[in-house]
């Protein structure tokens, strides 16, 4: 069936640690990916995202890698910081053409100690 | 630029009451728009999703219905709220071929 799903449901970082989260998709056909976070009673906030053509893309710490071969995405955060506490969310479309349309994981809370 | 508002924030309603839920989106035309339902702890769930003015598409059987009677405003209704309808809202709209932004949510509880 189609899912998405996150490795690790809680990531504990020390400040200033990198922090990597991933993901798993199941479906070969999806060629948009995007990663949101999402602080506690908010809505996701973008993060960064990537098409299926491409296998990394970095933004302001934040680096996206895609392996298609084994359907795996991750998030990389650099020198992790306390505002970056929240949910992380990885999201797929399945080739739709609507970007919109996505199926997402199911979250994994990444915790900063101090 | 472009904004999304969507109200209440926060919803109690008893079981079997109506519910109407509204978005709006400012700064851009004919854009996409979605309902998301989000589950305590649970990832976000696709509900419905509108390309143009009176055009739905319902991603779930469900108790809920969505109507689009303006370009930029989106609204989610029921006539008799279930109990299995609380959960966390979101209203979202894209460009057509661009990323999902959403708004701040409405958290509904119903009783």
């Known amino acids: 069936g189609e899912s998405v799903g996150l490795h690790l449901p809680t990531l504990s970082v020390q400040e200033g640690d990198n922090s990597i989260i991933n993901c798993a998709y199941s479906?070969?056909?999806?060629?948009?990916f995007i990663w949101y976070k999402q602080e506690s009673g908010k809505g996701p906030q973008f993060i960064i995202d990537i098409r299926s053509n491409m296998d990394k893309r970095q933004g302001q710490r934040v680096t996206v890698l895609l392996n298609k071969t084994v359907k795996h995405l991750s998030l990389q955060i650099a020198a992790t910081q306390p505002g970056d506490s929240a949910v992380y969310f990885c999201?797929?479309?399945?080739?739709?053409?609507?970007?919109?349309?996505?199926?997402f994981g199911q979250g994994t809370t990444l915790q900063v100690k101090p | 630029s472009q904004t999304i508002h969507q109200w209440p924030a926060t919803l109690v309603q008893p079981v079997g009451s109506p519910l109407s839920l509204e978005c709006t989106v400012e700064g851009t035309s004919n854009p996409n728009l979605y309902w998301y339902r989000q589950a305590a702890g649970r990832g976000l769930q696709l509900l419905f999703y509108s390309v143009g003015i009176g055009q739905i598409s319902s991603e779930v059987p469900q108790n809920l219905s969505a109507s689009r009677p303006q370009d930029r405003q989106f609204i989610l209704s029921s006539k008799k709220l279930l109990l299995s309808d609380s959960g966390f809202y979101l209203c979202a709209w894209s460009p057509p071929e661009g990323k999902l932004f959403f708004g701040s949510g409405t958290q509904l509880s119903v009783l």
């Open positions: 479906n070969s056909a999806s060629d948009y």
């Open positions: 999201a797929e479309n399945h080739g739709s053409g609507n970007t919109g349309k996505l199926i």
